[in-house]
């Protein structure tokens, strides 16, 4: 009696007849890392478990505009280096078209729109950005110092003229502490005014 033959596995090849079917598939095999990376480069969390993960506390924060602190005291295990590339490298999984995870672009104007920040020994940050938000400063018109001379000469004007009797008054300057003290000791040697100097602005009555 003959010995049975071993039945051998042999590859099978799985053919696709749409070639862009065919793309997604290879890049959900393949793919563990953002577009243009070096083939060097691993992107541990370049996965759409961690995009997912993420997206959760974007929607939130879309919502009411909060601030979002991940606290290196709830990963132990994780350093806060580690921690700032999870955040960036899940949003950047979000991000990606061949992802199909931002179809109407909602996360890409988020990105535009907020800063992630890693601190040192306590977590990373993520907030909108305070120039967005209209929450910092904004610019003041001043007067440039080599522009001083103008409003300087209109000063001495007034003060030299007898019908002059309005108050002066120019604000929007930038005077160093150094020019406040030069204009302190003009003044004071004068008489018959009551003035004040500020770095924003002069302001002189005739007494």
Not at 75 to 103: A, C, F, G, K, T
Not at 142 to 163: G, Q, V
Request: net charge negative; hydrophobic share 35%; with cysteine.
């Amino acid at each position: 009696m003959s010995e049975p033959i071993e039945q051998q596995s042999k590859p099978v090849t799985v053919t696709f007849n749409d070639g862009r079917v065919m793309q997604q598939v290879v890049n959900l095999v393949v793919k563990k890392r953002p577009h243009g990376w070096s083939r060097k480069s691993y992107a541990t969390y370049y996965k759409r478990r961690y995009a997912e993960w993420l997206k959760r506390d974007i929607d939130e924060m879309i919502k009411d505009r909060q601030p979002r602190t991940y606290r290196k005291d709830l990963w132990p295990n994780v350093s806060v280096r580690s921690l700032y590339l999870r955040v960036n490298q899940s949003l950047r999984y979000l991000l990606d078209i061949e992802n199909n995870m931002d179809e109407q672009g909602i996360y890409k104007k988020f990105r535009e729109e907020v800063l992630i920040t890693m601190i040192n020994d306590t977590g990373v940050v993520m907030k909108f950005d305070d120039v967005l938000e209209g929450d910092s400063p904004k610019a003041e018109v001043c007067i440039a110092e080599e522009d001083n001379p103008s409003w300087r000469y209109a000063m001495n004007e007034w003060l030299d003229n007898p019908e002059a009797t309005e108050p002066f008054h120019k604000d929007g300057l930038l005077l160093t502490p150094e020019q406040q003290e030069q204009l302190n000791a003009e003044l004071d040697g004068l008489t018959n005014i009551i003035f004040s100097v500020s770095t924003r602005e002069v302001k002189i009555i005739k007494s």
